[in-house]
């Protein structure tokens, strides 16, 4: 799993939750039913739903990681002092709501791997 990880943000804050971007792979029609997640409410099967919902939860936080990275490879770049319009880790925790410490974790993360540094696994 990627590091650091945005532990700030709280699934029951309501201020914070924000509708997850659209899927690819998920048919537009089904983003109108708000109850239809992936037609896992259409299984029958509790063996295939885990089997499923597994897929699933494992992907999106495969997929949580690579956007973690994907934003520290950003940060680090944003904050880069070659970059004549680099910006300070405060105002990059305010572009994407981190503290300032948190900004700079993703800044040293990013450029970690930006060099080739250590991976997520």
Same mark, same amino acid.
């Given at each position: 799993m990627s590091e650091p990880r945005p532990a700030h943000h709280q699934a029951d804050d309501p201020q914070r939750r924000l509708r997850p971007a659209a &899927?690819? *792979?998920?048919?537009?029609?089904?983003?109108? $039913?708000? !109850?239809? /997640? *992936? %037609?896992? !409410?259409?299984?029958? %099967?509790?063996?295939? &739903? &885990?089997?499923?919902?597994?897929?699933?939860?494992?992907? /999106? +936080? !495969? =997929?949580? $990681?690579? =956007?973690? !990275? *994907? +934003?520290?490879? =950003?940060?680090?770049q944003l904050a880069d002092p070659k970059r004549f319009d680099s910006i300070s880790p405060a105002v990059i925790a305010e572009r994407a709501d981190w503290s300032e410490d948190y900004a700079r974790k993703m800044i040293e993360f990013g450029r970690e791997l930006l060099e080739g540094g250590p991976a997520t696994e």
């Open positions: &899927l690819i *792979f998920e048919p537009p029609e089904s983003l109108e $039913d708000e !109850e239809h /997640f *992936f %037609d896992l !409410e259409s299984m029958e %099967d509790p063996g295939e &739903l &885990l089997a499923r919902a597994t897929e699933l939860a494992v992907a /999106f +936080q !495969e =997929a949580a $990681d690579r =956007a973690t !990275e *994907f +934003q520290a490879i =950003a940060a680090a």
